[in-house]
């Protein structure tokens, strides 16, 4: 979403430097408008003295004078003031057009015109000022107020730096570079208006400096560089987020007056906004593992408990029935053959859940690989094992460091892997091998048709089956399975060729995970 | 076989119960069943049971909190749970329970269980010292193997096997409770010593030792000096 552009507010600077041009203009027509005041006032007074109507004339003058020291300020004041006093003293005061005073007295109304003059211009003087204090504050709110609510919209750190370097070149009609630190901490260019690349090394030094000090730096700032540039940190409430340099091809200044604080404003903002940005995010970030957790658990729950409790009503009834007959027990054995099934494709389920929310539960303890295989091998009924399964595990070999359940759950299903594919009659071969770089391998072979090499990366997905060759029994996830257990455990898993045929899986046990067998703690 | 002994049933579904039930009561047990924790502890109070078949997830509360209750009523306990939960498991064995049944269960297993754990309670509540125990439990018999518990000596088809004393020392343990699961922590507290709980290599070595001079010629999957991986070890002397 691309931020609407703020409303344009009246800047200070543009006040200042277009409202010479205004004061000038408006100070001829003032001029001349004041000389008009005087003459019709002096006309005023002409007709007045015909009839005899001294006294007031003085008074006449005061407009001309007022007009001149509120609109046109101190010294065209004083100057009609004194004009005033002039034309006053020729054409009213005795002697009568001559510009002596006779009467001391007199010079009393000469001092109140020049008084007026004073006090009028003072006083316009400091309207003047306070309105255009005030104009330049509405100005800076109405800019501030169009540039929070433009930050309200950004919702991303890229697209709030692209918006600070064209808000501050628009601005304040500068050239602009935003600077941030990336994920190792070091300042990059970000954005920059008009684009560019990259920045100068002396531009880098001195953004560096500024956002190490956390204060204004370069012409203008508090602290003096090289730089022709101005870099102004980015507040934050662990030190500065960022760095803006703003530099002018012309000026020496790249701001001036109170250009600088506005700024700085601003970047505080910036600030307020990215923070806002950062917790947003870390509270979308918890949502998403909280809304994980609750699916995760949902899942294991309903699959754990509402599919295996009826599971083991029938599978341990089908194991307590005692067939009859020849054909009961042939029935029988099949159903519970089919339950079994069913079974293990449950326990493989919740197993690739838990894989796949990342809710694998890892406790490393010292293993035996030929104890492991004992167990694992105990898993299955007698009638795989009787005659067709060797074990091939030096005495001598050293122990590993596993998961003991998560071992157990891979070396289960690479035997019915083994089982399933070697053919009814063929040997299952597990063998336990040290490494010459201090790893252990543990391989479980079988005397099938083998796994095509450009199919050994495939199978270990999920629901991977090699076409044609498996159409009964595999779920296609018991592999997968014992890929992300071993990749739990730190160890490696890899399909190969058995020599003579047949395929070869193997459990890797990398050097950190071996342990040399401790003889003095058993012959103690 | 120990007909007539009282036996409760704590499960949350009905289908398991009567599964049980039928299993047990085929056995010759006495059968009641408990449908929660608060169930179980009144039913222990009214029928006074001499073993609990123990579901650890019950909907009114955690199985492993009325453990110590049961156990200390004198009850022997085998907990029921599920695969995975090997810490549940080690939590209720360390808690003082007998055994346990992995879901689903084969109901041969479960009476083995039960067996094996109301012999156990039998033997303890015997007394130490018994002569009529000491006599019973002083020869144990797997496959070739004899172990001698009164006369620290094993032996294999007849001839004397050296054992070093750590391995002879496990053996001995596990053949005092025949078929009962002994946890990890356990064996090496009594083995080794308070201070190796966390030892599990010791454990290894000396089981890996113990196979080798005694089953040497058993094929794989065939040692009755059984693993239960995270868990600990058993003596399975019905292994052939």
Redesign the interface.
């Known amino acids: 979403m691309t931020p609407a552009p703020p409303p344009r507010p009246t800047l200070p600077s543009a006040e200042q430097a277009g409202g010479a041009d205004a004061l000038r203009g408006g100070l001829v027509s003032g001029l001349i408008a004041t000389l008009a005041l005087l003459g019709l006032a002096t006309l005023a007074g002409l007709a007045l003295a015909e009839r005899g109507d001294v006294a007031p004339i003085a008074l006449l003058y005061l407009g001309p004078v007022m007009f001149a020291a509120i609109r046109l300020g101190l010294r065209p004041g004083l100057g009609a003031g004194l004009l005033s006093s002039l034309v006053y003293t020729y054409f009213f005061i005795p002697p009568r057009l001559t510009l002596l005073v006779a009467d001391p007295a007199q010079l009393i109304t000469l001092v109140v015109l020049l008084g007026v003059a004073l006090g009028g211009s003072h006083m316009a003087k400091r309207l003047h000022e306070q309105a255009r204090l005030a104009e330049a504050r509405a100005g800076r709110d109405a800019l501030l107020a169009g540039f929070a609510g433009s930050l309200m919209a950004v919702t991303r750190a890229e697209a709030l730096w692209a918006f600070l370097a064209t808000e501050i070149a628009r601005v304040f009609d500068v050239r602009v570079l935003v600077l941030a630190p990336d994920e190792g901490g070091a300042l990059a260019l970000v954005a920059a208006e008009p684009a560019q690349e990259r920045a100068d090394l002396l531009e880098m030094a001195a953004a560096q400096w500024c956002f190490d000090g956390g204060r204004a730096t370069g012409p203008g700032g508090q602290v003096p560089t090289a730089s022709e540039w101005l870099f102004v940190p980015v507040p934050g409430r662990g030190g500065p987020l960022a760095v803006v340099g703003v530099g002018h091809p012309e000026a020496a200044m790249p701001l001036h007056g109170p250009q600088l604080p506005l700024l700085e404003s601003l970047l505080a903002q910036t600030g307020l906004a990215l923070s806002r940005m950062v917790l947003e995010e870390q509270a979308h970030a918890l949502d998403r593992v909280q809304e994980r957790e609750r699916l995760r658990s949902a899942l294991l729950s309903s699959i754990g408990h509402d599919l295996r409790t009826p599971l083991t009503t029938v599978l341990g009834t089908l194991r307590a029935l005692q067939p009859l007959s020849a054909d009961q027990a042939t029935a029988l054995s099949s159903a519970r053959a089919e339950a079994e099934r069913l079974d293990r494709f449950v326990a493989n389920l919740i197993d690739m859940v838990r894989i796949e929310t990342g809710a694998i539960e890892r406790a490393a303890e010292a293993v035996d690989l030929a104890e492991a295989c004992d167990a694992a091998l105990d898993h299955f009924a007698p009638s795989l094992l009787r005659g067709r399964v060797t074990l091939a595990v030096a005495d001598d070999l050293p122990l590993v460091m596993a998961d003991p359940r998560l071992l157990h759950h891979c070396l289960i299903n690479l035997i019915d892997n083994a089982d399933r594919h070697g053919g009814p009659d063929g040997t299952i071969a597990i063998e336990g091998l040290a490494l010459a770089d201090g790893g252990v391998e543990l391989a479980v072979c079988d005397q099938g048709p083998g796994v095509p090499a450009d199919e050994r990366e495939r199978i270990f997905g999920l629901f991977a089956r090699i076409e044609g060759t498996d159409r009964t029994g595999g779920t296609g996830l018991g592999l997968a399975i014992v890929k992300g257990f071993a990749d739990a455990m730190g160890v490696a898993v890899e399909a190969g060729e058995r020599q003579g045929g047949g395929a070869r899986f193997v459990l890797r046990f990398p050097a950190g995970l071996v342990r040399a067998v401790p003889l003095r703690g058993v012959s103690a | 076989m120990n007909t007539g002994a009282a036996v409760m049933v704590v499960d949350d579904?009905p289908?398991?119960r009567?599964?049980?039930r039928?299993?047990l009561e085929?056995a010759g047990y006495r059968v009641s069943e408990a449908g929660g924790a608060a169930e179980a502890l009144a039913v222990r109070a009214a029928e006074a049971p001499a073993l609990a078949l123990l579901d650890l997830?019950l909907p009114d509360r955690d199985g492993l909190d009325i453990l110590p209750q049961l156990i200390g009523a004198g009850l022997a306990v085998v907990v029921l749970s599920?695969?995975?939960a090997?810490a549940e498991k080690v939590a209720a064995l360390d808690l003082g329970a007998d055994d346990y049944v992995t879901?689903?269960?084969?109901?041969?297993e479960v009476l083995a269980r039960v067996r094996t754990a109301l012999r156990h309670r039998a033997r303890l509540a015997g007394g130490l010292g018994d002569a009529e125990r000491a006599a019973v439990a002083s020869l144990v018999r797997f496959g070739d193997v004899e172990v001698d518990l009164a006369a620290r000596q094993v032996r294999k088809a007849g001839h004397e096997v050296h054992l070093?004393?750590?391995?002879y020392a496990l053996l001995a343990e596990l053949a005092q409770q025949p078929g009962r699961v002994i946890t990890h922590a356990q064996l090496l507290r009594t083995v080794?010593g308070p201070g190796h709980e966390g030892?599990?290599?010791?454990l290894?070595?000396?089981?890996?030792?113990i196979r080798?001079k005694l089953e040497g010629d058993r094929?794989?999957?065939?040692?009755a000096l059984?693993?239960?991986?995270?868990i600990g070890y058993r003596l399975d002397l019905a292994r052939d």
């Open positions: 579904d289908a398991i009567a599964l049980l039928h299993t085929g997830g599920a695969r995975d090997t879901k689903p269960f084969d109901p041969e070093a004393p750590k391995e080794w030892d599990v290599e010791y290894r070595v000396a089981a890996r030792g080798r094929g794989p999957g065939r040692s059984r693993n239960e991986p995270g």
